[in-house]
């Protein structure tokens, strides 16, 4: 398997200083930003715009932890030809910029309370972008805003690490939709190679299609009110077994609901072959599970668990942040340190553990908890289209094709998902109103 060339830009050890004050305040009824929110717009053209918080360091000797990552890019050979080509409807420069406030958006009494820019700072993307070799482009103090100290306010320092790293990846892609048991491609350019097979089955009781109209007075009806049974197993080319998903906890509509709710979520169990067993013996290595959560747009939210037992020699499980997936318009779930690391700082919850391995020793292949970054992602369509997963795998995590064949069972699984977690319909037969 021949990998894609990616490139990790990673943007960390954060940190913001007034040189000259212990608190600081730029204006006049804006609290000192030793006790107010500072945050940062880290911008790069051509991609989403991140938002996240920066440590106000009031003591000239204090540093921001070296190795913290606040946010990261992941450049294809495609993007960096974007960001060097001139374009009519940019300069002819492309930047990352990262501009800095303090204070929060919210509003008091119906008067809205706006953030206070402290200043920005720009990186040229230069010909270095494009050699794919590891290589820091700026760590340490650098100051934004004015040039000048004026009317006595020192100039505000941002503390910034900005990194180049590659990151190669293996890229898939379901061939057909995932229940019509399809092949799995590897994409390395126009070429396309198949690498697995999928296989979807599902029980006599789920043979059904459970979400079409049913007739009235139909005796399907119960078979309508529950989804189990679904069974997906990956298979190499010689037609072995390498991974499979199942459907351990049925999918069925909560109590006074007519949709699969977070109380009771459907889940799926994700394993690998065992290989002390025979054929058909499993080993666990993670648990799927999915809701639905209704609102102005419906969405399908997955809870991804790590089944840990062996690793790192205590056992226990790692739990991944919840990732929210449009129904209609489908989404990306994904595995990223750090973005679901933010994720859990955001929610003050404890950073998640690194990762391990599907590889049968059960670890990452020795790769320490410096690694994180980019696992997996898998982006797939919505109710409203038939999709076909397009998955990505980071190459650091797949040292042979039973490695990847895991992460095929898991994007199948979430797939599926989207179809087990659409609203139970239920024709209600009306008889005749009789008045007195």
């Known amino acids: ?134 290589l820091t482009l700026l760590s340490g103090w650098i100051g934004i805003g004015k040039s000048k100290v004026e009317a006595g306010k020192p100039v505000a320092e941002l503390h910034v690490r900005v990194k180049l790293d590659p990151d190669p990846r293996y890229v898939f892609q379901f061939d057909d939709v995932t229940r019509l048991s399809p092949q799995i491609v590897q994409l390395q350019g126009s070429i396309k190679q198949p690498i697995f097979s999928c296989k979807f089955s599902r029980d006599r009781v789920s043979q059904v299609d459970p979400w079409s109209s049913a007739p009235e007075g139909s005796n399907q009806d119960h078979e309508r009110r529950e989804r ?44 690998r072959p065992d290989p002390c067993g025979g054929p058909e013996a499993w080993q666990p290595w993670g648990k799927l599970e999915a809701w639905r959560e209704r609102g102005m747009r419906d969405s399908v939210c997955c809870r991804f668990r ?15 942040p919840e990732i929210s997936i449009n129904a209609e318009r489908g989404g990306e779930f994904f595995i990223d340190t750090d973005k679901q690391a933010k994720a859990a700082n955001n929610a003050q919850q404890a950073s998640p553990s690194p990762i391990p391995s599907p590889h049968s020793s059960g670890d990452f292949a020795g790769l320490g908890p410096a690694v994180g970054g980019f696992v997996m992602s898998c982006r797939i369509q919505g109710e409203a289209k038939n999709s076909k997963p397009l998955v990505h795998l980071a190459m650091r995590h797949v040292t042979c094709v039973e490695d990847a064949a895991i992460f095929m069972a898991l994007a199948a699984a979430v797939d599926l998902s989207i179809e087990a977690c659409k609203p139970f319909r239920r024709r209600i037969r009306r008889g005749p109103r009789h008045s007195m």
């Open 1 to 134: 398997m021949d990998p894609q060339a990616f490139i990790r830009l990673s943007i960390g050890s954060l940190g913001l200083r007034i040189p000259g004050t212990n608190v600081g305040s730029l204006k006049p009824g804006i609290p000192p930003l030793s006790s107010s929110l500072c945050s940062c717009e880290i911008r790069l053209r051509g991609f989403p715009t991140q938002t996240t918080t920066i440590p106000f360091f009031s003591s000239p000797e204090a540093t921001p932890d070296s190795h913290s990552i606040a946010s990261s890019f992941y450049l294809e050979e495609s993007d960096l030809r974007a960001l060097s080509a001139p374009s009519c409807f940019y300069n002819s420069q492309a930047y990352l910029e990262i501009t800095v406030f303090t204070g929060k958006k919210e509003s008091r009494c119906g008067v809205g309370i706006k953030r206070q820019q402290v200043g920005t700072f720009r990186l040229g993307v230069g010909p270095e972008w494009s050699e794919g070799k590891p």
């Open 228 to 271: 189990k049974g679904w069974k997906v197993k990956i298979h190499d080319l010689s037609g072995s077994a390498v991974a499979a998903a199942f459907i351990t906890t049925p999918f069925v509509p909560s109590s006074g609901c007519g949709w699969v709710a977070r109380s009771n979520p459907g889940a799926w169990l994700i394993v």
């Open 306 to 320: 790590l089944l840990s037992e062996g690793v790192w020699g205590g056992g226990g499980e790692v739990l991944l």
